[in-house]
């Protein structure tokens, strides 16, 4: 992997002088969380420590709203979080969040709309007609949740072993999902938490007919592109309106955050609710050393693979630079976030630290011997599975067909034809009733599929995989053999008729037996690897995840008796409240300002002769350089020390009156290691947003979307 030099200098200054000062501040090395640390459920927020530290008691009438006013937005395996500020549907997110359907929006170099760049150039709708409808984004409302823990930990009580556990814990799950979907009509999913100590049924009102609103031109969105990333300070306007709609009308919000006439204030308290994606601050001691020495660098090696095709594509010309853009920028975000994880993992104090916590509770769990009995093997039970784990993980990281749109719905198709026939309850979960709309809308997107880029991206896949894997390994013998990438990918992507919606419409409505009869190529080679597919993914239920859900409920179970229940659980992509300050902070010798302004991003611009990546667009040189026509001291971007990760991006900063003071969109490099630890405020660590002062300016006065400011502005608080 080549890095930058911007990323390694800042890596190295990271190890240097950030990671020292993390000991002793990391959730998984103390039992109780600490400073303004935590990714809260709504059912547990962290109501003490809001009174205790600022004063602040808010009603379970204002977190409700909080909640309601909160959105998650799926599309494909990725995602974000969104704010609902107006009572006609409006949603407001990141750019780089929505950045995939506006490039599933734009087109290419052919056409009646040749040339619609909407990630360039921007794109800004003035009225309801002209609003774009996206093509397979989903945004989700935590509606309702219902503690089911009694439920599914009964329904596995008298299990034998680990596997038979695992699968009565899913049967159960997929019943309680199945029976709320029919009581309700609300998308339904049995949420675990705490490694399985407790399992809740979370409701969703579901919104599929999503209109792009506004859009800024990329340029401006993630200025100052990969080496500003993860930094600050910063000059980034990352944000994407949508709207959401119902019966082919704006759909009418009940609750919806008002807008902040100031923004964000230095060292006023915020809360963050969102959608964190993944931390692993819970894990075993067997379980971070396998990432740290095999795991992440595997995850290096694929999303480097499918980064390095992708750039490779790009230089052939400008329309398939546009055409692989949006997923090369998110492939790079997680590389480089993955390498600031890594280091983290790396610092061997740090990681000593982790052994002495362990050592603490299992030395807790020892001295009684009631607990002992109950608790003592979990620890041995994942070393063990550990062992074997190393010599698999290569197979399960590059056995699939994921890297191209279209082998990732032939492999679809293949799992559907199978899973479908199955009863509910004996389903993986993506296949149960509860999820097969969502599914349905990913099989059926109309985002255009640039057959060139599939080749060029299986082409890579294959090669790497075989150089990975060996020519003798089942994946690589049932796929490409000994014959020439390039050659077998284009075969099978000239010949698929995948591409074409109406034919995907067609399997759908057959039904399993036109999937089976189906002589797709694509199909055909999807339907020959589920076998060693199938094969692997038991073998990793069996081997690893069973034994790790088992002994990880163990693990959580003795936290609790040990310390009580005063600990988080784990992100995973559901509803969570996160709280901080608004606060800069020291970093080396210097200072560093709790917010940026538009004076600054003028200075830079300037300080670097206007050469990529510091250029900026067209309507920014006219204005922001025209006297009096922009207000310069406006604040742009801030820093504030709420616990976030990937996953908020797009998350509401909100002041305690639950207005909205800016959106979340990075963090700096000194937090990182967040995914696996806590790292304390002290130490740096920041979350960086938007400032509500610069959307609605930047809106008003360089965008011409006055409707727009009007309707985010006068919307009454409740």
């Given at each position: 992997?080549?890095?930058?030099?911007?990323?390694?200098?800042?890596?190295?200054?990271?190890?240097?002088?950030?990671?020292?000062?993390?000991?002793?501040?990391?959730?998984?090395?103390?039992?109780?969380?600490?400073?303004?640390?935590?990714?809260?459920?709504?059912?547990?927020?962290?109501?003490?420590?809001?009174?205790?530290?600022?004063?602040?008691?808010?009603?379970?009438?204002?977190?409700?709203?909080?909640?309601?006013?909160?959105?998650?937005?799926?599309?494909?395996?990725?995602?974000?979080?969104?704010?609902?500020?107006?009572?006609?549907?409006?949603?407001?997110?990141?750019?780089?969040?929505?950045?995939?359907?506006?490039?599933?929006?734009?087109?290419?170099?052919?056409?009646?709309?040749?040339?619609?760049?909407?990630?360039?150039?921007?794109?800004?709708?003035?009225?309801?007609?002209?609003?774009?409808?996206?093509?397979?984004?989903?945004?989700?409302?935590?509606?309702?949740?219902?503690?089911?823990?009694?439920?599914?930990?009964?329904?596995?009580?008298?299990?034998?072993?680990?596997?038979?556990?695992?699968?009565?814990?899913?049967?159960?799950?997929?019943?309680?999902?199945?029976?709320?979907?029919?009581?309700?009509?609300?998308?339904?999913?049995?949420?675990?938490?705490?490694?399985?100590?407790?399992?809740?049924?979370?409701?969703?009102?579901?919104?599929?007919?999503?209109?792009?609103?506004?859009?800024?031109?990329?340029?401006?969105?993630?200025?100052?592109?990969?080496?500003?990333?993860?930094?600050?300070?910063?000059?980034?306007?990352?944000?994407?309106?949508?709207?959401?709609?119902?019966?082919?009308?704006?759909?009418?919000?009940?609750?919806?955050?008002?807008?902040?006439?100031?923004?964000?204030?230095?060292?006023?308290?915020?809360?963050?609710?969102?959608?964190?994606?993944?931390?692993?601050?819970?894990?075993?001691?067997?379980?971070?050393?396998?990432?740290?020495?095999?795991?992440?660098?595997?995850?290096?090696?694929?999303?480097?693979?499918?980064?390095?095709?992708?750039?490779?594509?790009?230089?052939?010309?400008?329309?398939?630079?546009?055409?692989?853009?949006?997923?090369?920028?998110?492939?790079?975000?997680?590389?480089?976030?993955?390498?600031?994880?890594?280091?983290?993992?790396?610092?061997?104090?740090?990681?000593?630290?982790?052994?002495?916590?362990?050592?603490?509770?299992?030395?807790?769990?020892?001295?009684?011997?009631?607990?002992?009995?109950?608790?003592?093997?979990?620890w041995t039970r994942i070393e063990k599975a550990y062992q074997d784990y190393p010599s698999m993980a290569r197979r399960l990281a590059w056995s699939s067909l994921a890297s191209t749109r279209l082998g990732t719905l032939a492999s679809s198709f293949a799992?559907?034809?199978?899973?479908?026939?199955?009863?509910?309850?004996?389903?993986?979960?993506?296949?149960?009733?509860?999820?097969?709309?969502?599914?349905?809308?990913?099989?059926?997107?109309?985002?255009?599929?640039?057959?060139?880029?599939?080749?060029?991206?299986?082409?890579?896949?294959?090669?790497?995989?075989?150089?990975?894997?060996?020519?003798?390994?089942?994946?690589?013998?049932?796929?490409?053999?000994?014959?020439?990438?390039?050659?077998?990918?284009?075969?099978?992507?000239?010949?698929?008729?995948?591409?074409?919606?109406?034919?995907?419409?067609?399997?759908?409505?057959?039904?399993?037996?036109?999937?089976?009869?189906?002589?797709?190529?694509?199909?055909?080679?999807?339907?020959?690897?589920?076998?060693?597919?199938?094969?692997?993914?038991?073998?990793?239920?069996?081997?690893?995840?069973?034994?790790?859900?088992?002994?990880?409920?163990?693990?959580?179970?003795?936290?609790?008796?040990?310390?009580?229940?005063?600990?988080?659980?784990?992100?995973?992509?559901?509803?969570?409240?996160?709280?901080?300050?608004?606060?800069?902070?020291?970093?080396?010798?210097?200072?560093?300002?709790?917010?940026?302004?538009?004076?600054?991003?003028?200075?830079?611009?300037?300080?670097?002769?206007?050469?990529?990546?510091?250029?900026?667009?067209?309507?920014?040189?006219?204005?922001?350089?025209?006297?009096?026509?922009?207000?310069?001291?406006?604040?742009?971007?801030?820093?504030?020390?709420?616990?976030?990760?990937?996953?908020?991006?797009?998350?509401?900063?909100?002041?305690?009156?639950?207005?909205?003071?800016?959106?979340?969109?990075?963090?700096?490099?000194?937090?990182?290691?967040?995914?696996?630890?806590?790292?304390?405020?002290?130490?740096?660590?920041?979350?960086?947003?938007?400032?509500?002062?610069?959307?609605?300016?930047?809106?008003?006065?360089?965008?011409?979307?006055?409707?727009?400011?009007?309707?985010?502005?006068?919307?009454?608080?409740?």
């Open positions: 992997m080549v890095m930058n030099r911007n990323i390694l200098s800042r890596v190295r200054t990271f190890r240097a002088a950030v990671i020292i000062g993390l000991i002793g501040i990391s959730a998984i090395l103390i039992p109780v969380a600490i400073a303004d640390e935590g990714m809260w459920t709504f059912d547990s927020p962290p109501l003490r420590q809001w009174k205790e530290r600022y004063g602040f008691e808010p009603s379970q009438e204002w977190l409700d709203h909080i909640r309601l006013s909160t959105v998650r937005l799926s599309e494909g395996a990725g995602g974000g979080t969104g704010c609902i500020v107006s009572p006609d549907g409006l949603i407001m997110t990141n750019q780089h969040v929505g950045r995939g359907q506006v490039a599933k929006l734009s087109t290419g170099s052919t056409g009646s709309d040749a040339g619609r760049d909407l990630v360039r150039d921007g794109f800004y709708a003035p009225t309801r007609e002209a609003e774009l409808k996206c093509p397979d984004l989903e945004v989700n409302i935590l509606f309702s949740y219902e503690d089911v823990t009694t439920r599914v930990r009964d329904a596995v009580s008298k299990a034998v072993d680990s596997s038979t556990a695992s699968r009565l814990r899913r049967e159960a799950m997929a019943v309680i999902e199945r029976e709320s979907v029919a009581a309700t009509g609300l998308k339904s999913e049995v949420v675990t938490l705490y490694n399985g100590v407790e399992y809740w049924l979370y409701r969703f009102r579901r919104y599929t007919d999503v209109r792009l609103v506004f859009s800024p031109e990329e340029q401006i969105a993630y200025y100052g592109g990969d080496y500003d990333n993860f930094t600050y300070p910063r000059y980034c306007l990352d944000i994407t309106f949508f709207r959401v709609y119902e019966n082919g009308r704006p759909a009418r919000m009940d609750h919806h955050l008002t807008w902040s006439e100031k923004g964000a204030g230095d060292g006023e308290l915020v809360i963050v609710p969102g959608f964190p994606g993944s931390t692993a601050r819970l894990l075993t001691v067997a379980q971070l050393e396998f990432q740290r020495q095999i795991g992440n660098g595997l995850q290096m090696d694929v999303w480097t693979s499918r980064r390095d095709a992708l750039k490779e594509y790009g230089r052939r010309g400008d329309e398939q630079l546009r055409q692989s853009s949006a997923t090369r920028l998110g492939l790079e975000n997680s590389i480089k976030r993955l390498v600031g994880q890594q280091t983290g993992l790396q610092n061997q104090r740090i990681f000593q630290q982790k052994i002495d916590s362990e050592k603490r509770l299992r030395a807790a769990v020892a001295a009684r011997p009631e607990w002992q009995r109950e608790y003592g093997e979990a799992r559907y034809a199978e899973e479908i026939a199955r009863p509910n309850e004996k389903r993986s979960e993506q296949f149960r009733d509860s999820r097969l709309e969502s599914l349905r809308l990913s099989l059926l997107s109309r985002a255009p599929i640039y057959k060139e880029m599939e080749v060029a991206l299986l082409a890579a896949w294959l090669r790497d995989a075989r150089t990975a894997l060996g020519s003798t390994d089942p994946f690589i013998k049932a796929t490409i053999g000994s014959d020439d990438p390039q050659v077998f990918a284009r075969s099978l992507i000239s010949a698929s008729k995948l591409h074409d919606i109406e034919f995907r419409q067609g399997l759908i409505n057959g039904g399993p037996e036109a999937i089976s009869r189906s002589d797709d190529p694509l199909i055909q080679l999807a339907r020959r690897l589920e076998p060693t597919l199938r094969q692997l993914r038991d073998w990793q239920e069996t081997n690893l995840l069973s034994i790790e859900a088992a002994a990880g409920e163990k693990i959580a179970e003795a936290r609790f008796a040990v310390y009580g229940k005063t600990l988080y659980p784990d992100a995973n992509f559901n509803l969570r409240i996160t709280y901080g300050t608004v606060s800069g902070y020291e970093e080396d010798t210097t200072m560093v300002p709790y917010r940026t302004t538009f004076h600054g991003l003028l200075d830079r611009a300037s300080g670097f002769g206007g050469k990529s990546p510091y250029q900026l667009p067209d309507r920014y040189l006219r204005l922001l350089s025209a006297p009096g026509s922009f207000d310069l001291a406006t604040p742009l971007n801030f820093v504030y020390s709420a616990d976030t990760i990937g996953g908020n991006s797009g998350s509401p900063v909100i002041n305690r009156r639950g207005e909205l003071v800016g959106i979340n969109f990075d963090s700096n490099i000194q937090k990182l290691p967040n995914r696996y630890l806590y790292v304390d405020e002290a130490e740096g660590a920041r979350a960086v947003g938007v400032h509500s002062l610069a959307i609605t300016g930047a809106l008003d006065k360089l965008y011409n979307a006055q409707p727009l400011v009007r309707e985010i502005l006068t919307t009454k608080a409740r």
